[in-house]
């Protein structure tokens, strides 16, 4: 039984720096307070604004059924970032399930969404922070602002404080000095539109980071110097204003601080206060030297950064190609995700599990079908030992979530949730304890997303093996009796007489009055006659002999045995199946069958078509002495 507080957060991708940051002061406060942490996470993000990216079916499909994953019932309260989400219904959909199993949840940056709690990031005070700096530290009042989309929340947001800092400075707001860069390229001719106009301003603010990077690519192009001819700002405090030359200064939202003040919600919701429905957390200033301030970092620390980057990069890559090629040698599930551990170190992981749908690892899956999509089930297969001593190939419930005990350690749980899918198929989810939230960014996308195809290709092609193994017995496969037709005799005998010792035996048989039967009682009756004899050979013959109707009444066995009288034993089988079954029957008709063989010993084997001419030659000679005896 837990004790502790237990918390989810629902967030979409590693890779947005202020989703990460956010997660991180989750965790933070949790560790302090001493409550598990559960997150939730899509690896793909969502399409930007005024982007023409279309997430396909399949994939959004494969990302939100992570979601489903969220056990309410261990749960006290959920964390969700709702403006990350990749899709606006999913963040409804946790909602109505936290109502209906009383879990309290807040959602943290996403004001046009408002749930049970939210927390805002407050742009307001971010922008008016800047334009403040702009003034009252450099002088400059000929600002102009270059904001996302007409009618943007955030964008209207930031624009408002924009207006309010220049009139709390007795500077006219005009409008001319306002354009729309739809937070992307066209942010660089918004800037080539203010240098042209004739009136050039001291500084651009930018509603953010990305923004204001083209728009210091024009300034510059234009030849004109940052920050000694026009000051530039952007909005977000990205880690690329640390890169950019010269570095931007921006504000930054309080990440951190709004994952721990979420969490405090929380607390507060379950000591009984009464909360209100929304909390603000104000922004920070983050200097650089694109507004005309001095840097104190020192010079190397960008280019120590850049190398070190990039030979992360180079080992991420090496260990990709390693880990593709083992993947492409794997010939079993377990030896698929072996390969994965060396990334799973590289990315400082404590503990991994590898969690595959039990339907997937069991071969019950359709990749071929056009519609519909496959989901998570009820029990997964762990198929990775990695930081604990879960052995691969068991199976769990996944309202579990691990194979093992999850609430109730020494410390604080901290695990993080992702999936795998392919095609139309959820294959399951990787369930792991980082050290830290950052880190992981696209690096740990490309990572999954390997892992992903790769895995999906495997178990398709397990499949597709499988449709050929039932195409082969079925083009091998006597349709009406169910065992060996000729092409099946001709592709499994063969293996017999590879034997090293013993004795290789062959017994033709033939139905008896086989006509007589057609004449009289029909296609029916003669039908049920090779089938009752089918059925006859094959319950009397060894357990591997291959036993196929090699013609309309004709049969042939080939098996091994120990002794050379076993042939002999398994037709006298035959002859008493049949009278058994005569007897019971209660037909008009009798079924019998005569039955010829030969037997050689491995020393002296000859080849297999000469044994059945020999064995069938006996068998003729039986149903001449069978005939003159009915007669």
């Not at 570095?247 to 009984?272: D, M």
């Not at 794997?330 to 400082?348: I, N, P, V």
């Not at 039967?517 to 004899?533: K, L, R, S």
């Amino acid at each position: 039984m837990k004790k502790r507080k237990a918390v989810a957060v629902c967030v979409t991708s590693y890779n947005w720096e202020y989703e990460s940051k956010v997660v991180e002061g989750v965790r933070e406060q949790c560790a302090a307070d001493d409550i598990d942490l559960l997150v939730f996470s899509n690896l793909m993000t969502r399409p930007e604004l005024g982007s023409d990216r279309i997430m396909p079916e399949n994939v959004m499909l494969g990302e939100v059924e992570i979601y489903n994953l969220i056990n309410y019932d261990v749960l006290d309260g959920i964390i969700i970032l709702g403006d990350s989400m990749i899709s606006r219904d999913i963040t409804n959909v946790i909602a109505e399930k936290a109502a209906e199993h009383n879990v309290p949840i807040v959602n943290v940056n996403d004001p046009e969404n408002k749930l049970q709690y939210n927390v805002f990031l407050s742009d307001k005070t971010a922008m008016e922070l800047v334009v403040h700096h702009l003034i009252e530290e450099h002088g400059l009042t000929k600002i102009n602002f270059i904001g996302g989309f007409p009618g943007n929340f955030q964008t209207e947001e930031r624009l408002a404080a924009y207006k309010k800092a220049l009139a709390e400075h007795n500077i006219p707001y005009d409008e001319k000095r306002v354009a729309y860069g739809n937070f992307w390229k066209k942010a660089g001719e918004c800037t080539r539109e203010f240098l042209e106009s004739g009136d050039i301003p001291e500084a651009i603010v930018c509603a953010s980071d990305t923004m204001a990077f083209f728009c210091m690519d024009e300034i510059k192009a234009k030849g004109l110097r940052i920050p000694e001819d026009i000051a530039v700002t952007g909005f977000d405090g990205i880690v690329d204003c640390e890169k950019y030359q010269p570095t931007v200064t921006s504000v930054r939202r309080a990440f951190l601080k709004a994952g721990r003040e979420a969490v405090r919600i929380l607390e507060r919701v379950w000591s009984g206060e009464d909360v209100p429905e929304i909390a603000e957390v104000e922004a920070e200033l983050i200097i650089n030297e694109s507004c005309g301030c001095k840097s104190d970092k020192e010079e190397n620390s960008f280019y120590n950064k850049f190398y070190d980057e990039r030979n992360h990069i180079h080992e991420f890559d090496y260990r990709v190609v390693e880990m593709n090629t083992k993947f492409s040698e794997a010939d079993t599930s377990a030896a698929l995700f072996k390969s994965t551990e060396t990334l799973a170190a590289f990315f400082g992981l404590l503990e991994l599990y590898i969690c595959v749908c039990e339907n997937v690892e069991n071969g019950k899956t359709n990749f071929r079908q056009k519609t519909g999509f496959m989901g998570l089930g009820q029990n997964a297969v762990s198929m990775l030992t990695f930081g604990h001593d879960i052995p691969a190939g068991t199976v769990f419930p996944v309202k579990e979530l691990i194979p093992k005990q999850l609430f109730g350690r020494e410390k604080a749980a901290f695990m993080a949730f992702v999936p795998i899918y392919f095609r139309n198929c959820f294959l399951g989810y990787f369930a792991f304890s980082p050290m830290k939230v950052e880190g992981f960014g696209e690096l740990f996308l490309t990572w999954a997303m390997n892992i992903s195809n790769n895995a999906g290709t495997f178990y398709m092609n397990k499949e597709l093996q499988c449709i050929a193994d039932e195409l082969r017995n079925i083009n091998m496969t006597d349709p009406l009796t169910g065992i060996f037709n000729r092409r099946g005799l001709n592709a499994f005998a063969p293996s017999i007489f590879k034997s090293q010792s013993g004795f290789v035996s062959i017994v033709c048989a033939d139905v008896d009055g086989l006509k007589p039967i057609n004449d009289t009682y029909g296609h029916e009756g003669g039908d049920n006659a090779i089938i009752v004899t089918a059925n006859a050979i094959k319950n009397s013959m060894p357990e591997d002999a291959v036993c196929a109707r090699t013609g309309g009444d004709e049969f042939c066995v080939v098996f091994h045995s120990d002794s050379e009288d076993e042939a002999a034993k398994c037709i006298e089988k035959v002859d008493s199946y049949l009278s058994r079954y005569n007897e019971m029957s209660g037909l008009p008709y009798k079924v019998g069958c005569s039955c010829g063989y030969t037997t050689v010993p491995v020393s002296s084997l000859v080849t297999m078509e000469d044994m059945i001419k020999a064995a069938d030659k006996n068998m003729y000679s039986v149903k001449l002495i069978r005939k003159t005896v009915r007669r």
